[in-house]
Each structure stands twice: as C-alpha cells, then as structure tokens.
C-alpha cells in the first residue's frame, strides 16, 4: 500500500513571508512519480508539479520550489515571497503501482495543507 | 484552464435519488478518473475508465457506477443517495492508459448536496 502524509493541517503566514508545505510518502515500488496539485477556494484542482523517482534534482519555478529527498521519503514545497493569491489547499499526491488489470496505477493523495496568506 | 469540463456544477437532490455526473476530457486524452472529495475521507479515487474499458477501480461503492462512452466523455452514476454521499466529485484526464507516468489534470468540479 502507498501513503502520502501532510502533517500541516493549517498553515498561515504574512505576505512576503515564505513558507514550506511539507511531505512525507511511504511505497514500495522503486519507480513512482509524485505530484503537487493547488486547491484555491474556488474549488478546481490545479496541477503544479511532477517529479519521478529517479530524479532528486531541486526544481525551481519563479516563486516555487520543490525538494526532493528520497533518503527521507520526502518532496517538500516552498513558496517564496509569499502572496495572497497562494491562498489554497495544497495536496501532495503519489502514483504508483495498484494493479488492477491491464497496468494501471492509482494517484494517492495527501489530507492536505490548507495554507492562509495574510495581507 | 485545465481543458477538463465537468457538467452540472452544482447538484442538490434527496436522498434515495438518482443523479448523474458528465465529464469530457481533454482534447487528445483517453484516460478519464473519477474522485470524491469529502472533508472527512479526503480525496478518494472511485475508477478509472481507458478508452471505453474500466481500467481500474478505487474506493467505489455498488450504488455508484460509470462508463466511457465512443466519444471519450464519461458519466458517473450515483443511485440510492444517501446523505453521506454529499461531497465534491472530479473527473480526471491523462493522455494514456494511467500508466504511473501519467499526469492527471482535473476538472473544476461537480458540487453534490443530498439533502
């Protein structure tokens, strides 16, 4: 079985400060992908990142970065300068293998981090 | 803009109703995934259909059922509803068959209230 925890329940931070959504993941499989999805209060889920196994080179996109520590089972979240537009729901979430057939794989999700930027 | 639409956006029925949820996805993808998204179990994923075949199945109750249809969109099918199946319900699209490679991009939505 495959778990994704986020440990932050709740997060709240002033502008311009930054912060890091933590999380940790528990598989088996050697190969698997991991994801961060943004949940802002209108409710849709958008897709931020995906990052392989394979792969534990720091991504930087603008203001976010991600780390990925497969020794501790954890790819991390950093959100630098924060704005309240990052008011959201970040859920970290896992693929890998749940073998029903034909080689499909399930995508496992974390509770959450609810994350409140203050003005 | 995920390209994923998902149709009614809201929903409010009573219990022992009928309802079903319509999800096209994007343009190219032939792999479409149900969840529910409820504040108690989180996100839970219910099936996945492939090209017209049910690839794989999840947390998904015998009152609930889905299908693809030819034209790649596909319907879930909540019956008997109960209370508890008031939640947030996605619908989910990736390029090929779920393989773990696969990104899922997700549509905005449809909002079930059973009263």
């Known amino acids: 079985a495959q778990k994704v925890t986020q440990a932050q329940t709740e997060i709240s931070v002033v502008e311009k400060e930054d912060v890091t959504l933590d999380c940790v993941y528990e598989t088996r499989d050697t190969t698997y992908y991991l994801f961060w999805y943004k949940q802002p209060p209108s409710g849709e889920l958008v897709f931020l990142i995906r990052?392989?196994?394979?792969?534990?080179q720091n991504e930087i996109s603008g203001r976010y970065s991600w780390n990925f520590q497969k020794s501790t089972s954890s790819f991390n979240f950093t959100i630098t300068a924060s704005q309240v537009v990052d008011s959201a729901v970040y859920f970290c979430?896992?693929?890998?293998?749940?073998?029903?057939?034909?080689?499909?794989?399930?995508?496992?999700f974390g509770k959450g981090t609810k994350l409140s930027v203050i003005p | 803009d995920s390209g994923v639409t998902q149709t009614p956006k809201h929903l409010i029925t009573a219990t022992g109703q009928r309802v079903t949820l319509r999800c096209s996805p994007r343009s190219g993808d032939l792999s479409v995934y149900w969840y529910q998204q409820s504040l108690d179990q989180g996100l839970q994923f219910l099936i996945q259909y492939y090209n017209g075949e049910e690839r794989a199945k999840g947390n998904i109750l015998e009152r609930f059922s889905a299908q693809q249809f030819p034209d790649l969109h596909s319907e879930l099918n909540l019956s008997s509803l109960e209370l508890g199946d008031s939640a947030l319900y996605f619908c989910?699209?990736?390029?090929?068959?779920?393989?773990?490679?696969?990104?899922?991009?997700f549509g905005p939505g449809t909002r079930l209230t059973v009263l």
């Open positions: 989910a699209s990736s390029v090929d068959g779920g393989g773990f490679t696969d990104t899922q991009y």
């Open positions: 979430a896992l693929s890998g293998a749940l073998y029903s057939g034909a080689g499909s794989y399930q995508l496992t």
């Open positions: 990052r392989n196994s394979f792969d534990e």
